[in-house]
């Protein structure tokens, strides 16, 4: 069974702390993704990367920087925490650079900002 | 823009009855398109996807979809629903340049009641 683990269930912190959300996948997939969950929005895209030291920007890039030195770990990184990043994190990877494979997620970690 | 749309948020479905989930696409070429269902504090787990061929899908836990060409639609449909059905639903739509990208839908909740 793929298996994608991120550091945290729950994760609070303050304003301006500088935050890592951390993710691991088991099954030597190329392809992994930071989405972002808030009610009534589904999941929207953050960051994503298709290699060891490559990433492209998603759909909210703003506020947040990613890291993938290694091919299983992916990680999120909020420069200066702020209020309205209080969220739902979810990471997941994938097999393959293109094609229709499906995405394999994490639990996910909930993130609150104060 | 490619998009995707669940116009329902919330559905509340007794126990034994058929449920239906709605999900309307918007993507010039061909959709590869998923079903994910989110239990409570959970991450999201592929219920069945669409690539081509039978435009009727089975996945798993008894559900199936049906891709819809003329009307832009991937139903979720489930003839009898169990009490542990009772999640978020999320729609998605790949196969967006060659990246792997999913986009989501806003997520259904379903409740379903004793």
């Known amino acids: 069974d793929v298996k994608v683990t991120q550091s945290s269930r729950y994760l609070v912190k303050r304003t301006g702390e500088k935050v890592f959300l951390e993710c691991v996948q088991d099954m030597d997939h190329e392809n992994m993704f930071w989405y972002r969950q808030d009610p009534g929005l589904g999941l929207r895209l953050i960051y994503f990367s298709y290699d060891v030291k490559m990433k492209e920007k998603g759909d909210i890039p703003e506020g947040y920087s990613v890291s993938r030195e290694k091919k299983e770990r992916f990680s999120l990184i909020l420069e200066s925490a702020s209020t309205n990043q209080t969220s739902m994190y979810l990471c997941?990877?994938?097999?393959?650079?293109?094609?229709?494979?499906?995405?394999?997620f994490g639990p996910g970690t909930r993130l609150t900002v104060t | 823009a490619q998009s995707v749309t669940q116009p329902d948020i919330h559905i509340t479905v007794s126990e034994g009855a058929s449920l239906e989930l709605r999900c309307n696409y918007s993507y010039g070429a061909t959709p590869y398109l998923f079903w994910y269902v989110q239990s409570p504090g959970q991450g999201l787990q592929l219920l069945l996807k669409?690539?081509?061929?039978?435009?009727l899908v089975q996945g798993i836990k008894g559900f199936e979809a049906e891709f819809k060409r003329s009307q832009s639609s991937f139903n979720l449909r489930k003839p009898s629903v169990h009490w542990s059905d009772a999640a978020e639903y999320f729609c998605a739509v790949g196969g967006i340049s060659n990246t792997g990208k999913l986009i989501f839908g806003q997520g259904t909740t379903l409740q379903v009641k004793p």
């Open positions: 669409y690539f081509s061929g039978d435009t």
């Open positions: 997941a990877s994938r097999w393959g650079l293109a094609g229709v494979s499906e995405q394999y």
